[in-house]
């Protein structure tokens, strides 16, 4: 977390005590690096949006609660206020700008447009792609902020996200999924707001799903596609929104762009399975603006040629073809001797894209491995569509796609079972563990990081409630029945059934994950070594590895993340027996 302030004289940025999602926010100068005495805590899950004066910014907090707030506490997170912190006063005097206490559960972003003149609020309850919007214009604020802003509600109701891109005066730009799953660009005039007058500026795409969209040089559109998992880059007239060009991108993801509307020139960062990270600029004021390579990350000793990257579509169980990236060797034979890592998520309609990751690499060079990654339903992949298609009551579907990628490897001669790794984090984690219970034998090692394994009481603890939202709450009968079928803790088989062995198992979790609490992990690891680890033909092992002064994953310390993967891939190693090559 962390923002420049609008004439670049402050920077804030946020720190996280061993990995939780509380934050510190801190203040210093830019001209000469002087930390400030500012100081913003019980910030999570938070805006930082400067107002154009550079006097101050908005943020979100929580009030202070009985017991620990340090990362280790399950206490549910509820009643975030959003606060405007002026530069140069203690954060007792902030000032609150709008909270909800009839709806303890939502949470709220602010933005200033990109004029200064409007803050915009978006208001979200769960991680469903909906959002209430609400706006204040600042120049009608003769006083300045002094309390609760008078918001005027443009949108009130759940139906559909909206997200800002630019405004010229009272028009506004927006990104939404409104009668549109793969989503669009719409106009809506602050001064005509009836939904009968709002108008299409991009229509969506017939197959390809409309990412980030940002204003260039007052005129332009920076417009992002997904194309089947892979990143396609646009310019478009922001007047009209028609097409201008499309800029050369390899096949891979964009995974950070620098742009300022009142800027003529833009920056965007490219990586993929086998490029570290390239970042190119691009000049809009030339006749004929080209991106150019900025910088580049060289790795010595990584040589791409040496690799080969494809993308496959395999069935599942219903026929529904899924993509898989599948990375491994230049020129290998396919004859079932290789080992697969294979890689899934399959929620909260999170894209999983093309990226560079060190250990993956050394898995397919030193231990001749084959790194898939396969593209599940539940994520965000052919937009909201493809997310429906697997959460909720649609749930199976993900861990069918999952289960169908590992059968599909088998049978297309990349790897057997008894060599096939497979992988996931948080929602992933349950992915992991789900489809070990339902398909043991299909597997040779199974690694799940902080995962949620105990889906009939994950809404009670920290930000849980907020995930109901894809996988339903058991405290409706409904829904329970959804995940009482696969809920990981409450499907792992008797000590005295016949089911087959399971895989070896790693679980990883940290002590001061706050978002996945570890009692997860842990309820899963001792009824699974109590039901499966005591039976006779167990010979597998089932470990947890519980890091200290670690969280979610997020920030982790490059130390502590090489020793992670070190594990990891030396259980995988030990367990598949593999041997390592130079």
């Avoid at 902030?94 to 972003?109: N, T």
């Avoid at 443009?154 to 009668?179: K, M, P």
């Amino acid at each position: 977390m962390a923002r420049l302030s609008e004439q670049c004289e402050c920077f804030a940025y946020g720190l996280s005590g061993s990995g939780s999602d509380w934050v510190t926010v801190k203040f210093m100068t830019v001209a000469d690096q002087k930390e400030l005495p500012d100081t913003l805590e019980r910030v999570k899950f938070s805006c930082l949006s400067w107002t154009h004066d550079d006097r101050g910014v908005f943020y979100n907090c929580y009030p202070r609660q009985e017991g620990k707030a340090d990362g280790t506490e399950t206490t549910t997170n509820l009643n975030q206020k959003l606060f405007y912190h002026v530069i140069g006063t203690s954060q007792s005097e902030d000032i609150l700008v709008a909270e909800f206490p009839d709806h303890p559960k939502w949470h709220s972003s602010a933005t200033v447009s990109d004029d200064g003149r409007y803050v915009l609020l978006s208001i979200t309850e769960g991680c469903e792609p909906v959002n209430r919007l609400w706006y204040c214009d600042l120049q009608q604020l003769s006083g300045g902020i002094t309390g609760i802003l008078p918001w005027v509600k443009l949108i009130d109701n759940f139906e559909a996200q909206y997200s800002y891109v630019t405004n010229e005066g009272s028009a506004f730009t927006f990104r939404t999924n409104l009668l549109a799953p793969r989503y669009r660009l719409i106009n809506i005039d602050l001064q005509s707001p009836d939904p009968s007058l709002w108008t299409t500026l991009i229509p969506e795409h017939e197959k390809d799903v409309l990412g980030f969209v940002a204003c260039v040089n007052y005129s332009f559109l920076l417009v992002n596609y997904l194309h089947d998992v892979k990143d396609v880059l646009q310019l478009h007239q922001l007047r009209t929104g028609e097409f201008l060009r499309t800029l050369p991108l390899a096949v891979g993801t964009v995974v950070g762009v620098s742009s300022r509307k009142k800027h003529a020139d833009f920056f965007y960062q490219f990586n993929s399975f086998t490029t570290p990270g390239i970042i190119y600029h691009c000049d809009l004021t030339s006749e004929t603006p080209e991106p150019t390579v900025f910088r580049q990350v060289e790795v010595k000793g990584f040589d791409p040629s040496d690799y080969q990257t494809v993308q496959v579509f395999y069935p599942s169980r219903d026929g529904t073809k899924v993509p898989m990236f599948l990375v491994h060797a230049t020129g290998i034979t396919l004859d079932s001797s290789h080992p697969v890592f294979l890689y899934g998520y399959g929620g909260f309609e999170a894209s999983i894209q093309p990226y560079y990751n060190v250990a993956y690499l050394l898995f397919v060079r030193h231990l001749g491995g084959i790194l898939a990654v396969a593209n599940i339903r539940g994520g965000g992949e052919y937009g909201q569509t493809w997310h429906k298609g697997g959460c909720l009551g649609n749930k199976q579907n993900g861990f069918d796609d999952f289960q169908c990628a590992a059968e599909y490897l088998i049978h297309e001669k990349y790897t057997t079972a008894s060599k096939l790794a497979i992988n996931g984090a948080s929602n992933g984690g349950l992915l992991v563990a789900a489809c070990v219970n339902q398909r043991p034998e299909l597997f040779g090692c199974g690694i799940a990081k902080v995962g949620v394994m105990d889906m009939l009481k994950f809404h009670k603890f920290t930000i849980g409630h907020a995930w109901t939202t894809d996988y339903g709450c058991s405290d409706n009968e409904e829904e329970f029945h959804w995940l009482i079928k696969y809920s990981p803790l409450h499907n792992l088989p008797l000590s005295s059934s016949p089911a087959p062995p399971y895989p070896a198992m790693l679980l990883l979790t940290g002590d001061h994950d706050d978002r996945v609490v570890p009692l997860h992990s842990l309820k899963y690891t001792a009824t699974l070594q109590h039901c499966v680890g005591r039976r006779p033909g167990q010979r597998q092992p089932l470990l947890i590895r519980i890091d200290t002064k670690s969280g979610h994953g997020a920030g982790k310390p490059t130390a502590k993340a090489i020793q992670e993967e070190a594990h990891i891939f030396s259980f995988i190693a030990e367990t598949l027996g593999l041997s390592w090559r130079d």
